[in-house]
């Protein structure tokens, strides 16, 4: 699979984001991100935006017979960071620090998120900041879509 990763990124022109569910006991362990870090940074390159989503809500307290814990994606996530990674985001978690993509120069929020809410929306059509003009890796359009967590009421019954 990592050769995989490799050839699309270096082989291709399609954009490429991982993403990584945090499984407790199995692959969340501080060395294994440490190094999963590592490899994306050296082979991949520092921006290859990487997504650590922890367990879905009822799956850790069922694997573990204890329930989520918000930090084991937020720390993953400083790993990552500290290792290089440009763009690395927390997933299932409401944290908008975590999951709102910041300009690599001067630190600005360039997309704010918070679950499946856009907030904060500072860049420029080309795909630069707003702060400093540094561009963000990405494809992005000149203004924000239409997106967020869809709702539709139900109605039961005839």
Not at 111 to 125: F, M, S
Not at 144 to 150: D, E, K, L
Request: some cysteine; glycine content about 12%.
């Amino acid at each position: 699979m990592l050769d995989t990763l490799e050839y699309l990124k270096h082989e291709t022109t399609v954009w490429l984001e991982i993403t990584t569910l945090l499984i407790p006991g199995l692959n969340d362990a501080t060395g294994e991100t440490e190094a999963m870090s590592r490899w994306i940074v050296e082979r991949l390159g520092p921006d290859v935006p990487v997504a650590l989503h922890r367990v879905p809500p009822g799956l850790e307290a069922a694997a573990t017979g204890r329930p989520r814990r918000r930090r084991r994606s937020c720390r993953a996530r400083e790993i990552a960071l500290a290792a290089g990674i440009r763009y690395a985001y927390t997933g299932n978690v409401h944290d908008p620090a975590g999951q709102s993509t910041r300009c690599h120069r001067c630190g600005a929020v360039l997309i704010g998120r918070d679950w499946y809410e856009l907030g904060a929306w500072r860049l420029d059509a080309d795909g630069r900041c707003a702060a400093c003009g540094e561009r963000c890796a990405g494809v992005f359009e000149g203004r924000p879509g239409r997106w967020g967590a869809r709702r539709l009421p139900v109605r039961l019954g005839a």
